[in-house]
């Protein structure tokens, strides 16, 4: 289990766990937030289909790199179901959609003050090397129209999530 932490301070910031598992072939990735308040927008209206920026609303985020290689994927979810799986030659480089994957499983429950996503994908072929290097995201988009980031390893400047922090 691993907890994100928010690039700036934020007052009465939610908590945030992760849990993650990956294979060559299966990705599974589990967020719970506890202490989220009326604060934050979460769009539950069903899109389940591949979207390009969803990171200007609220956005779950995973970035994976194989061991010894440059180049990763950006996985991005949305409450609604709303998805896509990108490839990166290098650091923010040659940004394409990943076409060897099939449409994740996505489920979204908000009960009271805690929500939980749960997302399953699977790749048509191996894609990664064992458990790789990877980084964990989170953008919450408040009432206020303001976007609030969370990470593992926050560092002060620019939210940079493309940076992977743990192997």
């Given at each position: 289990?691993?907890?994100?932490?928010?690039?700036?301070?934020?007052?009465?910031?939610?908590?945030?766990?992760?849990?993650?598992?990956?294979?060559?072939?299966?990705?599974?990735?589990?967020?719970?937030?506890?202490?989220?308040?009326?604060?934050?927008?979460?769009?539950?209206?069903n899109?389940?289909?591949?979207?390009?920026?969803?990171?200007?609303?609220?956005?779950?985020?995973?970035?994976?790199?194989?061991?010894?290689?440059?180049?990763?994927?950006?996985?991005?979810?949305?409450?609604?179901?709303?998805?896509?799986?990108?490839?990166?030659?290098?650091?923010?480089?040659?940004?394409?959609?990943?076409?060897?994957?099939?449409?994740?499983?996505?489920?979204?429950k908000?009960?009271?003050?805690?929500?939980?996503?749960?997302?399953?994908?699977?790749?048509?072929?191996?894609?990664?090397?064992?458990?790789?290097?990877?980084?964990?995201?989170?953008?919450?988009l408040?009432?206020?129209?303001?976007?609030?980031?969370?990470?593992?390893?926050?560092?002060?400047?620019?939210?940079?999530?493309?940076?992977?922090?743990?192997?």
């Open positions: 289990m691993y907890q994100l932490f928010p690039y700036a301070k934020i007052s009465n910031a939610p908590i945030i766990e992760v849990s993650f598992s990956l294979t060559p072939q299966h990705l599974l990735l589990s967020f719970v937030l506890s202490g989220v308040s009326d604060n934050y927008l979460f769009d539950t209206k899109h389940a289909k591949r979207a390009d920026e969803l990171w200007k609303a609220t956005c779950f985020e995973a970035f994976i790199k194989n061991p010894n290689s440059k180049e990763y994927w950006e996985l991005n979810i949305a409450p609604s179901g709303a998805w896509n799986f990108y490839y990166f030659s290098d650091y923010k480089k040659d940004m394409q959609e990943e076409r060897r994957v099939l449409t994740p499983k996505v489920l979204f908000q009960k009271r003050d805690e929500v939980y996503v749960n997302v399953e994908m699977n790749f048509t072929e191996k894609l990664f090397d064992g458990r790789g290097e990877f980084n964990l995201a989170l953008i919450l408040n009432v206020e129209g303001k976007r609030e980031f969370f990470t593992l390893n926050p560092k002060e400047g620019v939210a940079d999530f493309h940076a992977f922090v743990l192997e």
